[in-house]
């Protein structure tokens, strides 16, 4: 028969299993029990601020809190970016919009934040094309690294089309296009979908692309982009973790 100081030692043992992988010994912490954030404390990886930006807290003439204006090959004066009052705005009676001072036909103009931090999920933003004669358009920039480094995705409708690059130490490189003849002056939404490398890019909800790159596969921040003299405007700036 087993000894009362035995029979406790076997509980204690048993216990002491539960909760741990059979095969290493160590603690079995799954998905089921931790649950997404604590996955992403366990791999370092950063989490996401889901922010949703319909621009009507923000004083008129000024900027988000936190944002900032830049530009790849500026020259003259820098692109002028406030939140403006806009009857035809889709929420609310403000946007984010840019008006141009001078202009360089090879300027990438970006009003972006580094406070909110992205790496997988989606990028969401309504964009109006009000003028341009070499370009219009415009749309969302994401996992930015700094001004010089970052994905992009716009719809142009001098061009009627529609492509995402990446932009890396200021040069642009095309990762794909497509067809897109869109009226001008009116908004159109582009969402973007990035997990990992995959990268899916949908014009007023239907998918346009599906892409594959690797140059920035860490978090960055987020932000608007346009290019040459494209005077755009927008609204509903939303990151999300889905």
Known sequence: MMSQASLLLAVFMAVSMIGCDTTTGEASLG?????????????????????EGTFDDVEVGRLPAGWKVEANHPKGRPADWSVQKDATAPSGGQVLALEINDY???TFNICWTNQSSFQDG?????VKAREGSVDQGGGPIWRVQDKDNYYIARW??????FRVYYVKESKRVQLGSATAELPADQWHTITIHHHGNQI???LNGEKQLELSDSTFPGAGGVGIWT??????????FEIKDK
Not at 156 to 161: A, K, S, T
Not at 227 to 236: G, I, L, N, P, V
């Open 122 to 126: 989606i990028v969401e933003v309504k």
């Open 156 to 161: 142009n409708p001098l061009e009627d089309n």
């Open 227 to 236: 290019k040459a003299d494209a005077a755009s405007s927008f609204d509903d």
């Open 104 to 106: 360089n036909r090879g």
């Open 31 to 51: 998905h089921s029990a931790r649950g997404p954030e604590a996955e992403l404390e366990q791999t370092g990886s950063p989490t996401l601020q889901n922010t």
């Open 200 to 202: 899916l890019a949908y």
